[in-house]
């Protein structure tokens, strides 16, 4: 079971950015899927999360508004759309993949997930 990210790079300041996921090796259909990120010397924190239907989403104080986290479970596949990026959102974005009994179930917290990506940089320039 494999999680690829990919779709980060460098944007200046007010720009935008599609990160993307691609689950391979089973379907996640059933899986709440989320994305974390670990800015330098930084701890890793929460950023989104989608229920496995779709209709349920969590997202950071930090990026609400901003960040919108979707997903084609056909394509096996979890974005993340990211506007007006600030500095401070510069980290190596994860995507995470865990089991939810539930169709609207959201996880929050790392240890929820037992799959996850390499990451993905992302870099915001002043």
């Known amino acids: 079971v494999q999680l690829q990210a990919s779709g980060g790079g460098l944007v200046q300041a007010g720009g935008s950015l599609r990160l993307s996921c691609v689950a391979s090796?089973?379907?996640?259909?059933?899986?709440?899927l989320g994305w974390f990120r670990r800015a330098p010397g930084e701890e890793r924190e929460f950023v989104a999360a989608?229920?496995?239907?779709?209709?349920?989403?969590y997202y950071a104080d930090s990026v609400k508004g901003r960040f919108t986290i979707s997903r084609d479970n056909a394509e096996n596949t979890v974005y993340l759309q990211m506007n007006s990026l600030k500095p401070e959102d510069t980290a190596v974005y994860y995507c995470?993949?865990?089991?939810?009994?539930?169709?609207?179930?959201?996880?929050?917290?790392?240890?929820?997930?037992?799959?996850w990506g390499q990451g993905t940089l992302v870099t915001v320039s002043s």
């Open positions: 995470a993949a865990g089991p939810a009994p539930y169709s609207r179930s959201v996880y929050i917290t790392p240890n929820d997930y037992d799959y």
């Open positions: 989608i229920s496995w239907s779709g209709g349920s989403t």
């Open positions: 090796g089973r379907s996640f259909s059933n899986y709440a």
